[in-house]
T-cell receptor, first 110, second 115 residues
Framework: DAKTTQPPSMDCAEGRAANLPCNHS???????VYWYRQIHSQGPQYIIHGLKNNETNEMASLIITEDRKSSTLILPHATLRDTAVYYCIVGSGGSYIPTFGRGTSLIVHP | NAGVTQTPKFQVLKTGQSMTLQCAQD?????MYWYRQDPGMGLRLIYY???????DKGEVPNGYNVSRLNKREFSLRLESAAPSQTSVYFC??????????????FGSGTQLSVL
């Protein structure tokens, strides 16, 4: 069973912020939240991860709620090249088996 | 660094033929994974190897075998290919530890068609 829930699709105007939600209500205390994206049929690419604090890197920001049951990936100024499928997964530790759902298909339009 | 390298990139097989998909990583990672992705679907785990010398079944292992040849290499074998195995196959690796992040690094994929 998938450990995360994401909307199947979203769209965003170029230059605007894209906010992609993820629900992970059964997350354990030591599990990280990871985000990946897959452009067309390429291999998925790591974007960002976090445990409990908000995180930011050159690609995106990750906002994790205080109860850790949900998170939001923010692409602050979306471009057409950000059109991709975005996956949110959770896990950590020696028994971590990365499981991907269908993700969110983000379309950035002009 | 090359990261995760998969060969071949494309392959067409006839039903019943066998083949091996190769995967190698140069990041000294302990864990390696094989996923398949069908059109419009997410990635489904076929097999994984948590460390050198160990392999375990994932969600969809039927029809496949794997070999963790050494720490760098993890191969996926189709003994008797079937049309249902037409898919894109991705290999991935990660460094598993109890305290640090375990992000995955993916190869570019192998597009396999079974006629």
């Amino acid at each position: 069973d998938a450990k995360t829930t994401q909307p199947p699709s979203m769209d965003c105007a170029e230059g605007r912020a894209a906010n992609l939600p993820c629900n992970h209500s059964t997350i354990s205390g030591n599990e990280y939240v990871y985000w990946y994206r897959q452009i067309h049929s390429q291999g998925p690419q790591y974007i960002i991860h976090g445990l409990k604090n908000n995180e930011t890197n050159e690609m995106a920001s990750l906002i994790i709620t205080e109860d850790r049951k949900s998170s939001t990936l923010i692409l602050p100024h979306a471009t057409l090249r950000d059109t991709a499928v975005y996956y949110c997964i959770v896990g950590s530790g020696g028994s971590y088996i990365p499981t991907f759902g269908r993700g969110t298909s983000l379309i950035v339009h002009p | 660094n090359a990261g995760v390298t998969q060969t071949p990139k494309f392959q067409v097989l006839k039903t019943g033929q066998s083949m091996t998909l190769q995967c190698a990583q140069d990041m000294n990672h302990n864990s390696m994974y094989w996923y398949r992705q069908d059109p419009g679907m997410g990635l489904r785990l076929i097999y994984y190897s948590a460390s050198e010398g160990t392999t375990d079944k994932g969600e969809v292992p039927n029809g496949y075998n794997v070999s963790r040849l050494n720490k760098r290499e993890f191969s996926l074998r189709l003994e008797s290919a079937a049309p249902s195995q037409t898919s894109v196959y991705f290999c991935a690796s990660s460094e598993v530890s109890l305290t640090e992040d375990e992000k995955l690094f993916f190869g570019s994929g192998t597009q396999l068609s079974v006629l």
